[in-house]
């Protein structure tokens, strides 16, 4: 299985980052994980804005030459992971810059009559490892799990991915938070996962 991590958190030395390397060090054990490619956002300078001109459409962002190397990893993976940190009750505006350029029309779906289009990243499976500093059950009871919503029927299914499997961790920045008991989680599910 080829797996793809894309991480959006600007410091290397924050839970974040610890999520990150649990992920990697479970999936660098799984037997059933024979690649593995990380795209650090931040690292990258990644550049989340939209430009659009009379020369460049939005139609036509499936062929951008910038964006070439993301779309290859998107192709190539069977699972993509995604390590983020929750804030106003979604991914942060980097993480969400990517999602619109990258699972653009006619690379992540296609339009054709009805109400849905055919999702073209068919097969692929999606895991989103997610912190805040609000209690976990704070999107479900507060935001009707705006987030998992969003994820998971805006973006994924819309695309065409339907195996969508989320971690979800409140309570990070308190010292009753269980961090390490949620990296070991984590760890202990990349290091198993079949698909």
């Not at 799984?30 to 459409?57: A, W």
Request: charged share 25%; glycine share 6%; proline share 5%.
């Amino acid at each position: 299985m080829k797996t793809l991590i894309i991480y959006t958190y600007p410091n290397h030395q924050s839970l974040n980052y610890s999520f990150l390397q649990e992920v990697v060090k479970g999936c660098n054990e799984n037997p059933y994980i024979n690649e593995l490619q990380v795209v650090d956002l931040y690292e990258e300078k990644f550049d989340p804005i939209l430009h659009f001109n009379e020369h460049r459409r939005r139609r036509d962002m499936y062929r951008d030459q910038k964006l070439e190397k993301y779309r290859e990893q998107i192709t190539w993976a069977d699972k993509i992971v995604f390590v983020y940190p929750i804030w106003w009750g979604r991914p942060p505006a980097m993480l969400l810059g990517y999602i619109d350029q990258l699972f653009a029309s006619n690379f992540a779906y296609r339009d054709k009559k009805g109400l849905f289009p055919d999702g073209l990243l068919k097969g692929k499976s999606v895991v989103c490892v997610s912190t805040m500093k609000g209690p976990t059950k704070y999107p479900l009871l507060w935001l009707n799990n705006a987030h998992k919503v969003l994820m998971r029927k805006a973006l994924f299914n819309f695309v065409g991915i339907k195996q969508v499997k989320f971690f979800e961790f409140g309570n990070m920045e308190s010292k009753k938070g269980g961090q390490q008991k949620k990296l070991a989680k984590v760890y202990q599910y990349f290091r198993q996962v079949a698909y």
